[in-house]
T-cell receptor, first 114, second 111 residues
Framework: NAGVTQTPKFQVLKTGQSMTLQCAQDMNHEYMSWYRQDPGMGLRLIHYSVGAGITDQGEVPNGYNVSRSTTEDFPLRLLSAAPSQTSVYFC?????????????FGPGTRLTVL | TQLLEQSPQFLSIQEGENLTVYCNSSSVFSSLQWYRQEPGEGPVLLVTVVTGGEVKKLKRLTFQFGDARKDSSLHITAAQPGDTGLYLCAGLYNAGNMLTFGGGTRLMVKP
């Protein structure tokens, strides 16, 4: 089991560029989510999915899009990067949403927007 | 937005010392989790507490859930350099709601 994998590990963008952060899990988890982590602010939920074809917004969704065409993959798209999106991004998965299930996190993508 | 306050934000101690970190909210949790995050990695779950007054032990780590389920603490006995990391609490206010994370306590244990 690879668990939750994320690519790339690091990325530098210029303001206005677009990119996709990849996330995949091999644990057959229904629930997947994207968080951003900024100093002193813990993890904030961007978007989540409770199954293939179903996505919803979290606490800070503006500027980000997601889709879930398969159980395994949950990419996060930045349509027009802004310096405020400089952060570390984590993808997570679990069997059930909004529960005490263990959430498994990927290693993160460190994004810098110039 | 419901807030989880963690304190202290930073803690630097010598190996062998004891420490306690706190996680507080003005609202009642249905459950609470503690995670540890090492540099360059994602958070890893340490424990989940669900019952008011519950105490769970994980080797030298003791987790307590407040009787009113509004607060939690993590106590580390005889800290080791391997305990260094960011400790995050995450609360579930109601089943069906999103998990809310605190800002974290960054712990450094010096040899």
């Amino acid at each position: 089991n690879a668990g939750v994998t994320q690519t790339p590990k690091f990325q530098v963008l210029k303001t206005g560029q677009s990119m996709t952060l990849q996330c995949a899990q091999d644990m057959n988890h229904e629930y997947m989510s994207w968080y951003r982590q900024d100093p002193g602010m813990g993890l904030r939920l961007i978007h989540y999915s409770v199954g293939a074809g179903i996505t919803d917004q979290g606490e800070v969704p503006n500027g980000y899009n997601v889709s879930r065409s398969t159980t395994e993959d949950f990419p996060l798209r930045l349509l027009s990067a802004a310096p405020s999106q400089t952060s570390v991004y984590f993808c997570a998965s679990s069997y059930h949403p909004f529960s005490t299930d263990t959430q498994y996190f990927g290693p993160g993508t460190r994004l810098t927007v110039l | 937005t419901q807030l989880l306050e963690q304190s202290p934000q930073f803690l630097s101690i010598q190996e062998g010392e004891n420490l306690t970190v706190y996680c507080n909210s003005s609202s009642v949790f249905s459950s609470l989790q503690w995670y540890r995050q090492e540099p360059g990695e994602g958070p890893v779950l340490l424990v989940t507490v669900v019952t008011g007054g519950e105490v769970k032990k994980l080797k030298r780590l003791t987790f307590q859930f407040g009787d009113a389920r509004k607060d939690s603490s993590l106590h580390i006995t005889a800290a080791q350099p391997g305990d260094t990391g960011l400790y995050l609490c995450a609360g579930l206010y109601n089943a069906g709601n999103m998990l809310t994370f605190g800002g974290g306590t960054r712990l450094m244990v010096k040899p």
